[in-house]
């Protein structure tokens, strides 16, 4: 097993599927000549050519619209968006058009969009948001969000095999940051499935993407106050896994569910409804969350802290819940 | 204004073989005034779900039993007016069975206050009484009813003295203290009731006693993957007991005739828009056997009969049950209609409508669903063309009516010649307990019934 960055590992299970499968492509702005915006594809189109690795228009409109003709024509192609937040204009062909297809016409739309998402390094309203619950909120879309170089591995090529339209949340925080043991041969991670990332036996804190490693730091400060916590790691939330929630819930009563997502009709608000309609007669405390605020993601260094939730945040919102 | 006699408030006897109910709901707070026969409070029996009036004028002073809670018959719910308002400031340790004794006292004029022997007042009573003060959250609560614990004897660690889970398992595990806990008496045992107990108008039967059923309540083991649990409301419960009970107790037996309804169908077509127009109720087919089934129950006394002890009960009135199923589909409830022999067809379609509808909103009265002699059910509205349904204890029989189909039939022509004809037909089952009534009555029962069916007299009804 070698040891990859979160970026490597992304890279790496792309290569895999398109050495494997003729049917992948791979279309974006820059993804060819320049590499991607993050450099993830770099050095595919020297490996598979130009009509394999293509450079689009900066167009998301053109590029997710060609995709889902792509599929259709039982083709699998694999989008990236520069950053997660410029999907918003593809939305009519993603949520109207592939979303759709399947219920509608019986064809399924196997195409998996890239979405380089996230803050924490001053990226500003335009370059860092975490859209995800909208996309989770559309019957047909599938959302998939890995915190670790395995799991993104895993996570792409099973959304790259999954026959409906998987977004692909890939957090530019852990890009570099994160490093892992990866398997070098081919292996899938199920969507749907949860990762205990930590196990514990006081607090359940429900959690994805970069606020894993936000989560696991605020626990471990805690682990001296004799606190002990059970992180779950949702890795994809649409499908979620409800079951693993649900049972780890039951066992410790009181559940926090942490998002760098805005807070308000975020994916938290559906967990912890959840919880609270199928364990209530299970809870020793009410179901909270930690998010960030309800305003766009602020450019300020400072006010870009404030936004997106510390470890400090965690730590506090922990301690609160165990109080109770 | 304020009664300086405190009126007490006890649960109703909600039918003779009702003996408990469960709080769903109280519409007055403590502390509200309350005005005689005003709607009080909702509960659920395994018969009806019903409003209590109040029997008297005051203040609610003092809430008892809690919603949710299911008490036996007279229990002391709540106190009307009188100064039971301060006694609830010095908590007294958990003193429950003097609730009981004060509620033998007939106060209200309101409720046929039954003789309620000293009932055990619900081990739950306790709880609320001492530890009013702090939060029982979901979790310690279900604990708690899970080991028969009461959370207030709990040393609380939570915010503001919270109970939390941690703290009662600690306490489950370690055991209450010293002294021993007041028995939890949720499983009442079948204790000999003295036997002048029941002062009913109507047929007392030798009900078969209520307290056998309550058999000890497994805790379910946790849902597993797939399954998901709902409770059990008090009418199902009911509906279990009452079907199992009539099948451990009546010999069942079915036998089935097919009716030719082209007289009723051309009567009905004729009645239809007369009865819908000037009486807004509509002459169904279940309203023409009614009609027809009542008038052959007086040939037939044993079927519209009982077996009580060692006795047979016939009667001089037909008491008609019908089986109404609740629109939720969860439920169902036979509504009576009482002297079912005096009406022609016109008063049975508008009695059996303002039963079903009644039945329907839940807005029927208790005795409502007591004293019938004989049942009638109507599946067939789902296109079933045969049954067996359960006897409604302790009738002894049950009648079964289902879709009508056109069929082709053997008739006679004006020659006296056989030739098929398209009819409608109907089959009629009548289930009956063979212990009282044999094969031959029955078939004799059907077969008449089918002649005033097939041969509709308009006149005479």
Not at chain 1, 82 to 89: K, L, N, R, T
Not at chain 2, 22 to 46: R, Y
Not at chain 2, 112 to 128: F, V
Not at chain 2, 134 to 141: G, K
């Amino acid at each position: 097993m070698a040891e990859l960055t979160y970026l490597q590992a992304i890279s790496d299970g792309l290569r895999t599927e398109m050495r494997r499968d003729k049917r992948v492509f791979v279309i974006g702005e820059d993804v060819g000549v320049y590499g991607g915006a993050f450099k993830v594809t770099l050095g595919f189109q020297e490996e598979f050519g130009a009509w394999r690795v293509m450079d689009a228009p900066l167009a998301e409109t053109a590029i997710v619209g060609a995709c889902t003709g792509a599929a259709i024509m039982g083709m699998r192609p694999v989008a990236e968006m520069q950053f997660a937040d410029f999907i918003s204009c593809a939305w009519d062909h993603l949520v109207t058009v592939a979303a759709k297809q399947r219920y509608r016409a019986g064809t399924p739309v196997p195409i998996t969009v890239r979405l380089p998402s996230g803050g924490g390094f001053s990226g500003g309203p335009f370059h860092s948001q975490n859209p995800e619950s909208s996309f989770a909120h559309i019957p047909g879309l599938k959302c998939v969000c890995p915190a670790t170089p395995e799991d993104a591995k895993g996570l792409l090529i099973s959304a790259i095999e999954d026959p409906n339209p998987v977004l692909y949340f890939e957090h530019k925080h852990l890009y570099r940051r994160i490093k892992g043991e990866v398997p070098e041969e081919r292996y899938t991670v199920p969507l749907g499935k949860a990762r205990t990332h930590r196990e514990g036996d006081d607090i359940s804190l429900i959690t994805w993407g970069a606020m894993v490693y936000t989560a696991d730091e605020a626990v471990q400060q805690l682990e001296s106050d004799g606190l002990s916590v059970e992180i779950i790691d949702l890795r994809t939330v649409m499908p979620w896994d409800k079951q693993a929630v649900l049972e780890s819930v039951r066992k410790t009563s009181k559940a926090l569910v942490l998002h760098e997502d805005t807070r308000t009709g975020g994916f938290g608000a559906e967990i912890a409804a959840t919880i609270a309609e199928e364990a209530f007669e299970d809870l020793d405390g009410p179901v909270k969350r930690i998010a960030a605020p309800d305003t766009p993601v602020p450019f300020s260094p400072p006010l870009e802290k404030a936004f997106i939730p510390q470890v400090d945040d965690v730590a506090a919102g922990l301690r609160e819940l165990a109080e109770y | 204004m304020a009664t300086t006699e405190a009126i007490d408030v006890v649960m109703p006897q909600m039918g003779v073989s009702v003996s408990e109910g469960t709080i769903t709901k109280w519409l007055k707070q403590q502390g509200e005034q309350v005005e005689a026969d005003e709607p009080l409070l909702e509960i659920s029996t395994d018969k009806v779900d019903t409003e209590v009036p109040s029997p008297g004028s005051g203040v609610l002073t003092e809430i008892l039993v809690q919603e949710g809670q299911t008490v036996d018959v007279g229990t002391k719910l709540a106190v009307i007016g009188g100064d039971g308002a301060k006694a609830e400031a010095a908590p007294p340790a958990p003193a429950t069975t003097e609730a009981a004794a004060e509620a033998a006292a007939p106060s209200s004029a309101e409720t046929p206050a039954p003789s309620a022997p000293a009932q055990p007042a619900p081990a739950a009573a306790p709880e609320q009484s001492t530890n009013g003060k702090t939060f029982v959250s979901p979790v310690v609560a279900k604990i708690a009813s899970e080991h028969g614990v009461d959370p207030s004897q709990v040393h609380g660690t939570g915010r503001g003295g919270r109970v939390t889970k941690k703290d009662i398992l600690g306490f489950i595990e370690s055991g209450p203290p010293a002294e021993a806990p007041p028995a939890p008496a949720p499983a009442q045992p079948a204790e000999p009731e003295p036997p002048s107990e029941a002062p009913v108008p109507a047929a007392a039967p030798a009900a078969p006693a209520p307290a056998a059923a309550p058999a000890p309540t497994p805790v379910p083991a946790a849902a597993q993957v797939g399954e998901s649990f709902e409770p059990m409301s008090a009418m199902r419960k009911g509906i279990a007991e009452h079907m199992r009970r009539s099948l451990d107790t009546s010999a069942h037996v079915t036998s089935a005739i097919e009716v030719d309804m082209s007289k009723v169908s051309a009567i009905r077509a004729k009645l239809k828009k007369e009865y819908q127009q000037s009486y807004g109720v509509n002459p169904t087919y279940l309203i023409f056997v009614a009609r027809a089934a009542a008038e052959t129950l007086r040939d037939y006394p044993w079927i519209n009969g009982e077996i009580r002890g060692d006795q047979i009960v016939t009667r001089s009135y037909v008491n008609l049950g019908f089986a109404v199923e609740l629109q939720d589909g969860k439920g169902l409830i036979v509504p009576v209609v009482k002297n079912a022999e005096t009406l022609n067809l016109l008063g049975m379609a508008k009695a059996v409508t303002d039963i079903a509808q009644r039945a329907r909103d839940k807005k029927l009265l208790p005795d409502e669903v007591q004293g019938g002699t004989f049942t009638i059910t109507n599946p067939g509205g789902y296109g079933t063309f045969h049954g067996t349904p359960v006897i409604s204890q302790p009738q002894a029989g049950i009648l079964g009516t289902y879709a009508v189909v056109k069929r082709p039939w053997v008739v006679q022509d004006d020659m006296g010649e056989d030739v098929i004809a398209i009819r409608p037909i109907m089959n009629l089952t009548l289930t009956y307990d063979h212990r009282l009534v044999d094969g031959a009555l029955a078939g004799r029962f059907l077969r008449d019934l089918r002649q005033k069916l097939e041969s509709w007299d308009e006149s005479a009804y």
